[in-house]
């Protein structure tokens, strides 16, 4: 029958191999790159909008979110265990997503998928996104405006790529670090302005906690 004749289960076999022997690709998706500005900000609360971001196959819901809550963590505001003095707003204002060289997946199933054993990607997941980060005070006063535009090419292969399965997302996650890659020295040399601008302006009020409810 069709479905155990030996090309189908090679062609079976060399998938398991394509996604067996990828990189790791996990702590490019849980790692921030360490590069502190010289100058940090007072503690900063975060506020993420994915836009466009948000409606591709790749990214999870939360991504933006957190790698943005730990390039401001770790690299642009000082820790966060005293009164935040503002707010660093991440958009995502633009996100284009491509996959290149798609066509070569016919000839890879002609060839039973040897040209991935010889280093072939099978395809490349490309994607371009715009990124603006706002610093406001805690009066909601616009201090400064920042833009990014970040690139990735994400190869799916054996033995140097990824796997079809996590390309997408990774491919997402990449162009956005790439674009607060560029963010990052605009705040750098901004610093200087913006930290006694967000002190002056005060830090938030702590929220009183909810009186208890009477038995």
Do not use: W
């Not at 076999?13 to 100058?39: R, W, Y």
């Not at 770790?74 to 996100?95: C, M, S």
């Not at 070569?104 to 040209?115: E, G, W």
Request: hydrophobic content about 40%.
């Amino acid at each position: 029958m069709i479905a155990n004749s030996p090309s189908l289960r090679a062609i079976g076999l060399l998938f398991l191999g394509l996604a067996g022997s990828c990189v790791s690709e996990k702590h490019l998706m849980q790692q921030t790159p360490v590069a502190v500005i010289a100058n940090r900000l007072p503690p900063l609360e975060t506020m993420t909008d994915p836009g466009p971001l948000a409606n591709t196959d790749g990214a999870d819901p939360d991504d933006a979110q957190r790698i943005f809550r730990n390039e401001v963590r770790q690299n642009l505001a000082e820790p966060a265990d005293t009164a935040a003095f503002g707010y660093a707003r991440l958009t995502v204002t633009k996100a284009e997503v491509a996959r290149k060289n798609k066509g070569l997946q016919y000839f890879q199933f002609l060839t039973l998928m040897t040209p991935s054993l010889f280093g072939v990607p099978l395809e490349t997941y490309s994607t371009n996104v715009t990124a603006e980060v706002q610093i406001t005070d805690v009066t909601g006063k616009l201090l400064g405006t920042y833009t990014g535009l970040g690139r990735s090419n994400v190869q799916v292969a054996m033995y140097y790529g990824y796997s079809q399965r996590t390309a997408p997302r990774l491919s997402d996650l990449v162009a956005l670090r790439d674009a607060l890659t560029k963010i990052r020295p605009q705040l750098d040399s901004a610093s200087a302005r913006l930290r006694p601008l967000l002190l002056a302006g005060g830090h938030m009020e702590a929220t009183p906690p909810e009186p208890a409810a009477r038995r």
